[in-house]
């Protein structure tokens, strides 16, 4: 990695965070305070996207095992998060800087205008030279609306703030060629260029505390290397190697190259972070048009639609073997695309006139997923 950094976000797991008999790391927490501190004072701004309130919660409460219910988690975590952010503002502290504390939910990577505010508090936030600490707001999410793993809200929050690289700090040196806690002939892959084509080599979590395992730290190494971000998986006992591969070396850990085609502004949020409404089914020759004509997507293509939507809301496109190829802000409703599938401009405008019936997805609302 050889271009000039400016913006990092560094996302640390539970399983790093926690003791295997329960409680806090705090050493851990105040190595990872010095080395983002480190950063700062060369300029680099960063974010650190952090786990384990809920691990700190149980710990403060007694408990020795993480409830299975979702109000026991969410008690955990209220009573977690403040014990987080206390012992991370002191080790802050120490290194001279400040940390805020930042709190979301899906709702707000969802809904634009709070997208747009999240995205405006956390720029502020860097330009006073204050550390954001992003976390999921597990009290109040509710089980449909949330994340669930820090990892995918870790490459929103990059693809938010137009960071350069995603590092995700976890208890294993990087993608292996399978689970290396349980498999020891499992080999580290040092660079991926084609995540979907690793993907089954990833397994869930190997520790009580961590949530998602290599499954939702892929998904995230997808998202941000489509929004053209750099992107590092490495074991949190070598932190002290992250300065190396920001000098363009390659430590141990597991790289991620940026896609060519990158998803920038509105379609980043169009791909991942809008509620789909429902889907469109398309023939062939859409398809062709969409993934390799720079089309908009146009009646005629249209051969099923399902789901109940409004103008202007969000929809999947998928093609006849239901691969999903797109998404996109439609022009018409449901029950407007209902109408006109098959049909031709001159009809749909004479059917809908207050459109100029042409595209059912514009191609400016539009994010095709292309190889
Ligand atoms: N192919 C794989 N390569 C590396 N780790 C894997 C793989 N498949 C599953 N894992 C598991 O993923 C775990 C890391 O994920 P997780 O427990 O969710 O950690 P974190 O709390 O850091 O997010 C590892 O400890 C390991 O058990
Ligand atoms: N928001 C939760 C973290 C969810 C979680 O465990 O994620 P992770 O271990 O990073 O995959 C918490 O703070 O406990």
Redesign the pocket.
């Known amino acids: 990695m050889n271009k000039a950094l400016k913006r990092v976000v560094f996302k ?5 965070l926690t003791f295997p008999q329960g409680g806090v790391n705090g050493p851990v927490m105040e190595r990872l305070a010095g080395t983002i501190a480190g950063l700062v004072k060369e300029g680099l701004e960063c974010v650190l996207v952090t ?1 384990g309130a809920v691990a700190a919660g149980l710990a403060k409460m007694n408990l020795r095992k993480k409830p299975k219910d979702l109000a026991g988690k969410q008690a955990a975590a209220a009573v977690g998060q403040g014990v987080l952010i206390e012992k991370y503002s002191c080790f802050f502290e120490q290194y001279g800087l400040t940390c805020a504390q930042i709190l979301l939910s899906r709702i707000d990577l969802v809904e634009s205008a709070h997208y747009k505010n999240a995205k405006n508090t956390l720029e502020k936030l860097l330009k006073y030279g204050i550390v954001p600490i992003v976390n999921e707001n597990d009290t109040v999410v509710v089980e449909e609306l949330c994340f669930g ?3 995918r809200l870790s490459a929103m929050v990059a693809g938010l703030i137009d960071a350069d690289l995603l590092i995700l ?4 040196d ?8 349980k498999d020891p002939t ?1 080999e580290l892959i040092k660079t991926v260029e084609n995540i979907p084509e690793v993907f089954d ?7 009580m ?6 499954v ?2 892929l998904k995230a190494a997808e998202m941000a290397t489509r929004f053209g971000i750099d992107v590092f998986f490495m074991n949190t006992a070598y932190l002290n190697e992250v300065n190396q591969f920001l000098n363009g070396e390659l430590p141990r850990g597991t790289y991620f190259p940026p896609c060519e085609h990158k998803f920038a502004g509105k379609k980043r949020w169009i791909a991942y972070a809008g509620l789909s409404m429902g889907t469109i089914m398309i023939d062939d020759g859409a398809q062709e048009a969409l993934l390799h004509g720079g089309k908009s997507l146009l009646a005629p293509g249209i051969t099923k639609i399902d789901g109940y939507w409004e103008r202007n809301d969000l929809v999947r496109v998928f093609n006849l073997r239901e691969e999903e190829i797109a998404r996109g802000l439609v022009e018409l409703s449901s029950e407007e695309v209902a109408r006109v599938i098959g049909l031709h401009s001159d009809e749909i405008a004479r059917l809908i006139p207050d459109t100029k019936g042409r595209e059912v997805i514009h191609r400016d609302k539009m994010t095709v997923f292309e190889d």
């Open positions: 640390i797991g539970s399983s790093s786990s793993d820090n990892d700090l976890t208890d294993v990087g993608l292996y060629t399978a689970n290396p806690v499992a080599l990833a397994g869930g979590s190997g520790s505390a961590g949530t998602g395992g290599m939702t730290k």
